[in-house]
C-alpha cells in the first residue's frame, strides 16, 4: 500500500498539518478559483500549488504525470474557444478549401477556462501530495460524505494494491513465455490477463466479505479517530485563505 503514498513525506511540516483543515482550505481556494473571471487569481493559485509540490520533495516527472492530462484538456478548450467561438478575428490560417479564423475574444475566454483548470488541478494535487490517503477519507467522513463512498473508497484503494501485485505476476509469466511477441499473439495475452483479473477480483471480495462477516463487519468500517483541532492550525488557515481571498477580490 505504500505506492499511492510512496510520494508523501511523513515528517514535512504540511503533512503534520490536520487533514481536515487542509481539506477546508483546499476548498475554499477550489471555490475561489472556480468562480474567478480572470486569468491572474488561478495562474497564482496553480503556481502556489507547484511550488508546493516542489517543497514536499514530489519528482518533477510525477508532476508532469499528474499535470498531463488535464493540461491537455485545457489545451483543448483553449484551442476550441479561440477558433471556434467569439467576433474578434486575431489571424486566420489558410487550408485548401477552407479558412480558420482565431479570435481573440475566444483566445481570451479560453484563456480563463483554462487557467481555472490549472489552479483547481494544482489545489488537489498538493493536498493529494501532502496529505495520506487514509487521512483524506478520514477529513472526508468527518464533513459528513455518505459512509458508503469512504468504505467503497478505502476497499478499493487497500485491493487495488493486491490486483496490481496479481497482474505483474501474469504478466511476467506471459513476457517469459513470449506472450508479447507479436501484435495479436499480445492482444491474446492482454485479453487473457484481463480475465485472469477479472476471476481474482470476485473470488476476492467473495474471500474477504466471509472473512469479515466471520469478524463482526456489519457494514460500518471505522475510520481513524481525529485529534482535536490546534488553535495555531486553525489560525494560519484562515489567515492563508482571507489573504487569497483579498488577493481574488484586488
Known amino acids: 500500500m505504500h505506492r499511492l503514498s510512496h510520494h508523501v513525506p ?5 503533512t503534520k498539518l490536520d487533514p481536515r483543515v487542509k481539506l477546508i482550505s483546499a476548498l475554499a481556494l477550489l471555490v475561489m478559483v472556480l468562480s474567478s473571471t480572470g486569468f491572474a487569481f488561478p495562474l497564482l493559485t496553480a503556481a502556489l500549488g507547484l511550488a508546493l509540490c516542489l517543497w514536499l520533495g ?10 498531463a492530462e488535464p493540461l491537455f484538456i485545457a489545451l483543448v478548450v483553449l484551442l476550441i474557444k479561440t477558433f471556434f467561438s467569439g467576433t474578434e478575428p486575431l489571424f486566420s490560417i489558410n487550408i485548401p478549401g477552407f479558412e480558420i479564423v482565431a479570435h481573440r475574444d475566444g483566445l481570451v475566454a479560453g484563456g480563463a477556462i483554462a487557467a481555472r483548470i490549472a489552479g483547481a488541478v494544482a489545489v488537489v494535487a498538493a493536498v493529494g501530495f501532502a496529505t495520506p ?8 467522513a468527518w464533513l459528513r460524505v455518505p459512509q458508503g463512498f469512504i468504505d467503497v473508497a478505502l476497499f478499493a484503494w487497500r485491493y487495488l494494491f493486491v490486483l496490481f501485485d496479481d497482474a505483474q505476476v501474469v504478466y511476467g509469466a506471459q513476457r517469459n513465455r513470449l506472450g508479447y511477441a507479436g501484435f495479436r499473439r499480445g492482444l491474446r495475452s492482454f485479453g487473457m490477463l484481463a480475465g485472469a483479473l477479472v476471476i481474482k ?12 462477516v466471520q469478524r463482526g463487519y456489519d457494514g460500518n468500517l471505522p475510520l481513524l479517530k481525529h485529534r482535536p483541532f490546534r488553535a495555531g492550525e486553525v489560525a494560519a488557515s484562515v489567515l492563508f485563505v482571507a489573504t487569497m481571498g483579498v488577493i481574488r477580490w484586488l
Open 133 to 140: 490517503f487514509t487521512g483524506l477519507m478520514a477529513a472526508l
Open 201 to 212: 477480483a470476485f473470488d476476492t471480495s467473495q474471500t474477504i466479505t466471509t472473512a469479515m
Open 58 to 67: 514530489v519528482p518533477a516527472r510525477v508532476i508532469l504525470l499528474r499535470f
Open 10 to 14: 511523513q515528517q514535512h511540516p504540511v
